[in-house]
């Protein structure tokens, strides 16, 4: 059943990669019923059962509102719009003609994920242009009375990536460009947050100025796509900008020794179990199966842009 977070803002968890509370697809009930971000097509029926659940049809939804174009985030919007006819899809301009012609996201995507890039996002279907909205810094979309969302454009983790703001709760739906938050720790009381360096287009300035802005802007929630709220935005974006410090400096020390980005994942999650260990966290708690997916998929970037 989705979980309501704010007054008319609702989380769906996708399943993705059939993990409970990993990706979330929110749910703004207000006069423009609006999507943001689809997790990949396997995720599509949870998508649509969550909606069931909460008494809306597809032909209700008007806006699907994708922060970035990963797979994880966007590969499910075409396969979902094909059954929402009236919804158009809001992207950023350096995203759209991508979800247009899907290729390079494919090849991409089979790059890191390779033999099981088809049971984790196949089909990708590709998104007619005239069903596109494209959004850039500073435009505006009206979807209900005293809703009106701000997108910003914010690089970092990727280059066609913005944020939404939402004036309403305060807050701003942020994808992965200030990192991950895991919801399994959080139910045990730890407040966890790691950033996202994935490749291709990581770039530790500008995630470090996305950081800088969102503290700037004294937001009261972070709406994050891996996974839920956090209404300690401060803090958050603290933990975010410390190990950036250290993603960065151990990927250079491991470029410096020619290491692989597999040995560069292990040294992050030796760091990351000694922090966790602190907190009290056992050892075979299920968020590492987690973690170690982000780190080794966050080393590919890191050793990608450092080596550049």
């Known amino acids: 059943m989705p979980q309501q977070l704010r007054d008319r803002v609702f989380i769906i968890d996708d399943y993705d990669l059939n993990v409970e509370e990993r990706t979330g697809t929110y749910v703004l009930t207000e006069d423009e019923l609006t999507l943001i971000d689809t997790c990949a097509s396997p995720s599509v029926p949870f998508i649509k059962k969550g909606l069931e659940e909460m008494g809306f049809s597809l032909d209700q939804v008007k806006y699907i509102i994708v922060t970035h174009i990963h797979l994880d985030h966007a590969g499910g919007a075409g ?20 979800l247009a012609d899907p290729s390079r996201l494919i090849a991409g995507a089979k790059m890191v994920y390779g033999d099981k ?5 196949d089909p990708i279907v590709p998104i007619p242009e ?47 460009t200030v990192g991950i938050r895991y919801e399994q720790l959080a139910k045990d009381g730890i407040d966890f947050f790691l950033p996202s360096t994935s490749p291709n287009q990581f770039d530790p300035l500008a995630m470090q100025s996305a950081i800088e802005r969102f503290r700037s802007a004294g937001f009261a929630a972070i709406y994050y796509g891996h996974f839920s709220m ?76 450092l080596s550049k």
């Not at 069903?131 to 690089?155: A, N, Q, S, Y």
């Not at 250079?252 to 907190?279: F, N, R, T, W, Y």
């Open 117 to 121: 890039f088809e049971q984790l996002f």
């Open 230 to 305: 956090s209404t300690i935005p401060e803090e958050a974006l603290v933990q975010v900008e410390q190990w950036l410090s250290i993603f960065v400096d151990e990927a250079k020390s491991a470029i410096a020794e020619g290491g692989s980005p597999a040995e560069l994942a292990d040294k992050l999650m030796k760091q990351v179990k000694i922090h966790l260990d602190a907190l009290g966290v056992p050892e075979n708690h299920k968020v590492y199966e987690i973690i170690q997916l982000d780190l080794e998929v966050s080393s590919m970037g890191l050793m990608d842009t």
């Open 79 to 98: 396969l979902l719009l094909q059954e929402c006819p009236n919804a158009k899809v809001v992207v950023h301009p350096k995203g759209a003609r991508h």
């Open 130 to 176: 005239e069903r596109m909205l494209v959004k850039t810094e500073g435009d505006h979309l009206d979807i209900g009375p005293g809703c009106r969302l701000e997108f910003w454009d914010t690089p970092g983790h990727a280059k066609h990536h913005f944020s939404i703001v939402h004036p309403p709760s305060n807050g701003i739906f942020a994808g992965d």
